[in-house]
């Protein structure tokens, strides 16, 4: 094997920032969450959301500000 082969194969360490991504990223995998089924959904698989992703009133907590200004450029360009 020349060096250049080895070099290539070799995995680089990870900096701690890195390692705290990984960490991150993998909690988002994590199905032990509770769970709560979406008012109007009757229960089904596209009505159940993460208990994190929703406000005390059941409203989701993300993705209210994309869809805002979703809303302002239709009626801007409209």
């Avoid at 070799?10 to 991150?24: F, H, I, M, N, Y």
Wanted: charged residues 35%.
């Amino acid at each position: 094997m020349s060096a250049d082969e080895k070099t290539q194969t070799d995995t680089p360490e990870l900096s701690e920032e890195g390692k705290e991504e990984v960490q991150r990223m993998q909690a988002a995998y994590d199905d032990e969450r509770e769970t709560v089924a979406l008012p109007g959904t009757d229960n089904t698989i596209t009505g159940v959301a993460i208990n994190e992703w929703l406000d005390d009133d059941g409203n989701p907590k993300f993705g209210k500000d994309e869809q805002q200004k979703k809303a302002e450029q239709q009626q801007d360009a409209g």
